[in-house]
């Protein structure tokens, strides 16, 4: 398994993946842009904010968790979401979790984006990437197979999904 520690973009065609720092983190959970920052009028929105709260808690000592950490969504060179790691793997699993600013939905970008970080973590050496959402959210459901995820469960109105390296 790669070591953990700074990383580089992610790039695909029509997005780029950049892995926040700890100065980035609290910029964006505190929505408060530095004057380098392009941004979406409608980012972050509130699971960014979630997101990184929680990222920004568990890395108090310092800790980098790049590069299973959060990465800012970019088109076009303006953040319009983000997609990260729940941490770093364990047994060779990682969960992943996405999120677009509304103006940036309906376009393609979180299967694009969720295709290009699994990739990104099979590169790593994982072998499982976990996801899951509610059953009330039919679009990120619609998103997740899209991007070659299979469910395996549902469970208390939470559907769980993965997809394995071969």
Do not use: C, K
Not at 5 to 31: K, S, Y
Not at 52 to 73: C, K, N, S
Not at 119 to 144: D, F, I, M, Q, Y
């Amino acid at each position: 398994m790669t070591p953990a520690g700074p990383a580089a973009d992610v790039r695909t065609d029509r997005l780029v993946l950049h892995p926040v720092d700890r100065a980035e983190a609290r910029r964006i959970r505190d929505r408060q842009p530095a004057p380098h920052d392009a941004w979406a009028s409608d980012y972050p929105f509130d699971g960014d904010v979630t997101a990184l709260t929680a990222l920004l808690d568990a890395t108090e000592d310092g800790r980098d968790p790049r590069p299973f950490g959060y990465y800012q969504i970019r088109v076009g060179g303006r953040a319009v979401g983000g997609i990260g790691f729940f941490g770093p793997p364990v047994d060779e699993a990682v969960e992943i979790g996405y999120g677009l600013a509304p103006g940036a939905r309906g376009n393609g970008y979180a299967a694009e984006a969720l295709v290009a970080l699994v990739r990104r973590a099979v590169e790593l050496g994982v072998r499982t990437v976990r996801a899951r959402t509610e059953t009330a959210n039919a679009a990120s459901r619609r998103t997740l197979e899209r991007a070659g995820f299979t469910e395996q469960r549902v469970e208390a109105g939470t559907h769980h999904y993965e997809i394995t390296a071969l």
